[in-house]
C-alpha cells in the first residue's frame, strides 16, 4: 500500500480526530486528567458535528423551496428528525455523570460555555429564535460572528416556507413576506388560514407542514433535556462562563419556531 493511498484513516482522519481530546484537568503528581473529562469533550465535540450536519441539510431544504420544489425537501427534515432524536439520546450518556464527576473538573473550563457554541446559535437563526444579544459571546471568533452576521440578515426556514406558498398561489400577505428577517416572526391568521387550507386540500404540501412541527417538537425536546441535564449536573448554581446555567435555559422552552403551525390545531 502506498503512503498516499486513501484508507478508512486517512479518508476520515482518524488520527486528527483523536487527538483533538485534549484534557485541561492535569494532576501534577499523576500526570492524568479527571476521569470524567473525555466523556465531556467528546459528547460536546459530537453535539458539534451533529450541528454542522442539521445546518447543512436545513441550507439544502431551504435551497429546495427557493427552486420551488418543497417536495424534494422532504428527505431534509425527515433526516434532520433522526438526528434530533440522536442529540436527544445523547444526553443519557452525559447524564451518567454525577455532580461530583462534573465538579472534579469544572473549574478548568474557566470561562468556556456552551452559550459560546457559534453553531448552534447559527441553527437558531435558521429557526428565527436568536437574540442578537448573543452575538457578543462569539467575540473571541470573527469568522463565527460575521458568519451569524450575514446569518441575521437571511430568510429562515418559515420565510423560505411561506415565499414558495405564495409563490404557489396561495394567500399570503405582503407584510409576511416582506418582513424584516432580523426580528422575531409574528403569528399571522391570514398564513394560518392558508395552512387550514392546505390541511384539508393539500395533501403533499400537509406532509411537509407536518414535518416543520416534527422538527419544531423535537427540538423543544432537546432543549428540555438539556435544561433539565444542567439542572440535575450544577442544580440552580450559575452555569460556566458565568451564564445563568439552568434558569435561563428553562426560558427557552416550550417557544416554538413555527407558530402558526400550532395556532392552527383548534381549527379542525
Known amino acids: 500500500m502506498s503512503n498516499d493511498e486513501v484508507t478508512y484513516g486517512s479518508y476520515l482522519k482518524i488520527g486528527e480526530l483523536l487527538s483533538l481530546q485534549q484534557?485541561?484537568?492535569?494532576?501534577?503528581?499523576?500526570?492524568?486528567?479527571?476521569?470524567?473529562?473525555?466523556?465531556?469533550?467528546?459528547?460536546?465535540?459530537?453535539?458539534?458535528?451533529?450541528?454542522?450536519?442539521?445546518?447543512?441539510?436545513?441550507?439544502?431544504?431551504?435551497?429546495?423551496?427557493?427552486?420551488?420544489?418543497?417536495?424534494?425537501?422532504?428527505?431534509?427534515?425527515?433526516?434532520?428528525?433522526?438526528?434530533?432524536?440522536?442529540?436527544?439520546?445523547?444526553?443519557?450518556?452525559?447524564?451518567?455523570?454525577?455532580?461530583?464527576?462534573?465538579?472534579?473538573?469544572?473549574?478548568?473550563?474557566?470561562?468556556?460555555?456552551?452559550?459560546q457554541s457559534s453553531q448552534f446559535r447559527e441553527l437558531e437563526l435558521l429557526l428565527g429564535q436568536f437574540d442578537t444579544a448573543h452575538l457578543d459571546l462569539i467575540d473571541h471568533e470573527p469568522d463565527a460572528r460575521r458568519r451569524l452576521e450575514r446569518r441575521l440578515r437571511e430568510p429562515t426556514i418559515w420565510d423560505a416556507f411561506v415565499r414558495y406558498l405564495a409563490r404557489a398561489g396561495f394567500d399570503i400577505p405582503e407584510e409576511v413576506i416582506e418582513r424584516d428577517v432580523t426580528l422575531p416572526h409574528v403569528p399571522s391568521p391570514e398564513v394560518q388560514a392558508t395552512l387550514v387550507e392546505i390541511y384539508r386540500f393539500h395533501p403533499a404540501l400537509l406532509e411537509i407542514c407536518e414535518l416543520l412541527t416534527d422538527f419544531d417538537e423535537g427540538f423543544m425536546e432537546w432543549r428540555y433535556r438539556h435544561v433539565m441535564m444542567v439542572q440535575r449536573t450544577i442544580g440552580t448554581k450559575h452555569g460556566t462562563g458565568g451564564s445563568d446555567g439552568a434558569a435561563y435555559l428553562r426560558t427557552t422552552i416550550m417557544q416554538p419556531a413555527f407558530p402558526d403551525l400550532w395556532a392552527i390545531r383548534t381549527s379542525f
Do not use: N
Request: hydrophobic content about 40%; some cysteine; charged content about 25%.
Open 23 to 115: 484534557c485541561r484537568s492535569i494532576d501534577p503528581d499523576t500526570g492524568q486528567p479527571e476521569h470524567d473529562e473525555t466523556l465531556f469533550i467528546i459528547i460536546h465535540q459530537v453535539y458539534e458535528l451533529w450541528f454542522k450536519q442539521v445546518i447543512h441539510e436545513l441550507d439544502e431544504l431551504c435551497r429546495h423551496l427557493d427552486a420551488d420544489a418543497p417536495s424534494r425537501g422532504v428527505h431534509q427534515l425527515k433526516r434532520v428528525l433522526k438526528i434530533l432524536k440522536t442529540l436527544v439520546s445523547q444526553l443519557d450518556v452525559l447524564e451518567t455523570m454525577t455532580p461530583l464527576e462534573f465538579a472534579s473538573f469544572r473549574p478548568f473550563l474557566e470561562s468556556a460555555s456552551g452559550f
